[in-house]
């Protein structure tokens, strides 16, 4: 866990793979979910996000459990396996945001990217919407923050060539940044979109 820079004071070390085929067996559970979580372990809390039910969860649940993260893994394993199943998702995403605690700022954009993945129907409009917020928060140096904006800017590059030629644009802006965090994004970011067809679909997030 060192390793990946996954920091959990509780934890007991299984495996996320194991705790996926386990979760299988026990099936949506929101009660079981609640209770996994409040324990505070790190792999109570990867369980709770493959056993709750989406559509139980509320927004207060996930204002709680974001309050909560204390590592890359945990916050992107809810947004991409949990909250963005949720009809609540799109709507935490400028709350989040504009957070000034680091997993909660990163979640906003894990949430960006799972959604832009997963959500086939969604329109292109919605995503658009989102590039200013990935812009500003391009200027934020913290590690994770800033991997989590590339991240965004590179799923919504992904979803389509529309949003991929208006990702490419704010990643060349922000590559031309005197700011040292926003010009990584974007060169990130161009690095990513500027791949051929058959590498892209290989890219996963950093």
Request: aromatic share 10%.
């Amino acid at each position: 866990m060192a390793r990946f820079a996954i920091t959990a004071p509780k934890a007991f070390g299984v495996s996320v793979g194991d705790l996926r085929a386990y979760a299988k067996t026990i099936g949506r559970d929101h009660q079981l979910a609640q209770e996994l979580w409040n324990s505070g372990w790190y792999e109570a809390r990867m369980l709770a996000g493959f056993v709750d039910d989406p559509t139980l969860v509320t927004p207060a649940q996930m204002d709680r459990w974001a309050r909560d993260f204390d590592n890359w893994a945990v916050c992107d394993h809810s947004c991409f396996h949990l909250f963005d199943k949720t009809p609540h998702a799109y709507g935490r995403i400028a709350r989040w945001a504009g957070r000034k605690e680091e997993f909660v700022k990163r979640a906003a954009f894990a949430l960006i990217a799972s959604l832009a993945l997963h959500d086939k129907k969604a329109p292109d409009t919605i995503f658009r919407k989102c590039l200013p917020l990935i812009e500003k928060a391009a200027v934020d140096d913290r590690n994770f923050v800033k991997k989590g904006v590339s991240w965004a800017l590179r799923g919504i590059g992904h979803r389509s060539p529309a949003m991929r030629a208006e990702a490419l644009e704010v990643a060349q802006r922000l590559a031309a940044s005197v700011v040292p965090a926003a010009r990584w994004v974007g060169k990130d970011a161009i690095q990513d979109l500027s791949r051929p067809p058959k590498a892209k679909a290989k890219a996963v997030a950093k």
